[in-house]
């Protein structure tokens, strides 16, 4: 098993996020988190990435207690990525800066070499042509593409992708969408917060409904999605449909 | 596309004579008032019962003249002193927000030293200051105290340390929280996030406010002259006590206006492209 969250507890003043939450991810499994805005999505990945500490519970990274105070952060999320909904680009770096700060700074790597390794990368996802250029002069699903490269090349053993198509054009989440099926037919380990439940479908191994911070059912997409035993998952599906995103 | 072989409809091209029309008129129009107030301006001034009398004593060609070249010789030390006032400002001011970033038990003092300081020397008249280092610290008899410029520089890299340190911390506090969460995820430890991303961005922000208190230092290096240096100020006093005419204060003031003027430009045109950036960028 590749990250268990057990009987995690996060509290923001009085309320509650995350209650008594317990979750397992095995080696190349895609998770996908599920359920209504507010319902700790979000907050399960940053805890999972030590970005808040929570208030109880224990979160393990192949079976070490990564929650442990005396646990350097730091050395922890260099083997997880983590990829965010408004993309968190630097803006003063080029694509290029972006994407190789981590590997020369923190893994040490040669500049160089890194560098070739990024310029591949850029090739596979069509952006070869945008490596020197601002953040600010590509799109939204560009961004978001430089973004998960960017996450790729520390070769983390877990990627969290946090709703990542949710601030994209509709014509934009279609690129986004097909990178990251491709690293689930590479083996990469996922867990996906998302609001696209036909993706969630497609690529999930299992998708989990989070609601009031708790698991409240989890399964293979075609159960959870196709055939909810919970009233609380039927409507929210429901909602979803008239919505028109399923 | 087909921009250059459109052409405009009878529409447009009766909205493009409305717009230039209405530019002539305004431009008619500023240039008639702006007439009118500089001659009624010109009128109560010349026209003051004691305008003679001030015209001697302030706007004398022969004095102002005399003093020229002692004032011009004071300005090149305010120039100098400036020049390496600035630097060490900035750098001080860098420092000291950057130190009350600094997390963790083992820096409570000195975090609590650096707040101390920005709230003391932002309060602190610079006057005072000056006075107290040019007067106090050598009335402490050390071996080796640098001489009265010296210390008058340190009070403007003191004082105006702690304003900059100020703009500095609200550079980086203008950072998104956000942009520190996408380089710690990336194994970045504090330092690393607060070097590669987090100061780059802040100090392009608040490049013009920056500048704009190094034009404010600019015109208070004339302060110096308190402690005794003969800079642009000194000079023009020497030179009003000698020929009782306040013409070289005028001299001086002009001088250092034209001084700021490059650095206003400058500050103006960073100001301008930021703004710019921000609106493209957004």
């Known amino acids: ?246 | 596309m087909s921009t250059e072989l459109h052409q405009p409809s009878e529409i447009q091209r009766g909205r493009i004579a409305y717009r230039r029309r209405q530019t002539i008129r305004s431009v008619l129009l500023a240039a008639l008032s702006t007439a009118v107030v500089g001659v009624l301006l010109m009128v109560a001034v010349t026209g003051a019962p004691g305008w003679d009398r001030v015209k001697q004593s302030f706007f004398s060609p022969e004095v102002a003249w005399r003093w020229l070249p002692q004032i011009l010789e004071g300005l090149w030390l305010n120039v100098r002193l400036l020049v390496v006032c600035a630097g060490l400002a900035l750098a001080l001011g860098l420092l000291i927000a950057t130190l009350r970033t600094l997390r963790g038990p083992v820096f409570f003092p000195v975090r609590a030293l650096a707040t101390g300081y920005t709230y003391t020397f932002r309060g602190l008249p610079l006057i005072i200051v000056i006075y107290l280092m040019a007067f106090g610290v050598p009335g402490l008899r050390l071996q080796g105290t640098p001489g009265v410029l010296v210390l008058g520089g340190a009070a403007l890299v003191i004082t105006y340390g702690a304003y900059l340190a100020e703009v500095f911390r609200a550079g980086i506090e203008s950072v998104h929280p956000s942009q520190l969460a996408a380089a710690r995820s990336l194994g970045l430890t504090y330092r690393q996030t607060m070097r590669h991303v987090v100061l780059p961005q802040a100090i392009r922000r608040v490049a013009p406010p920056l500048l704009n208190d190094t034009v404010a230092l600019q015109k208070d290096v004339g302060l110096v002259s308190l402690a005794g240096p003969i800079d642009a100020v000194r000079a023009a006093q020497i030179g009003v006590a000698q020929d009782a005419n306040y013409t070289p204060y005028i001299v001086a003031g002009v001088l250092f206006v034209l001084l700021a003027l490059p650095l206003i430009g400058v500050t103006d045109w960073v100001t301008l492209r930021a703004a710019r950036r921000q609106s493209a960028g957004a």
């Open chain 1, 1 to 246: 098993m590749l990250l268990s969250c057990e009987h995690v507890r996060k509290t923001f003043g009085s309320a509650v996020v995350l209650d008594d939450l317990s979750l397992e991810v095995d080696e190349h499994q895609v998770v996908a988190l599920i359920g209504a805005s507010g319902s700790g999505k979000s907050t399960l990945l940053r805890c999972v990435n030590l970005l808040t500490d929570i208030d109880d519970g224990t979160i393990r990274l192949d079976g070490e207690d990564i929650t442990d105070p005396r646990v350097n952060p730091d050395e922890v999320r260099q083997r997880i990525g983590m990829v965010f909904q408004s993309y968190n680009l630097f803006p003063h770096m080029t694509v290029l800066r972006n994407i190789t700060l981590a590997p020369v700074r923190v893994h040490k790597r040669s500049a160089a070499e890194t560098r070739e390794q990024a310029l591949q990368w850029l090739d596979r996802v069509g952006l070869a042509d945008k490596a020197d250029s601002y953040p600010d002069r590509l799109s939204g699903g560009q961004q978001q593409r430089v973004a998960i490269v960017r996450a790729l090349v520390n070769s983390p053993r877990l990627l969290l992708l946090d709703e990542v198509t949710s601030a994209l054009d509709p014509e934009l989440v279609g690129e986004v969408l097909t990178m990251i099926r491709g690293l689930k037919d590479e083996g990469m380990t996922m867990v996906l917060a998302t609001h696209e439940m036909g993706f969630a479908r497609q690529v999930a191994d299992r998708v989990v409904f989070l609601d009031g911070g708790r698991v409240l059912e989890a399964g293979p997409p075609e159960q959870v999605l196709g055939d909810p035993t919970e009233a609380r998952t039927r409507q929210f599906l429901a909602r979803i449909i008239e919505a028109g995103r399923l």
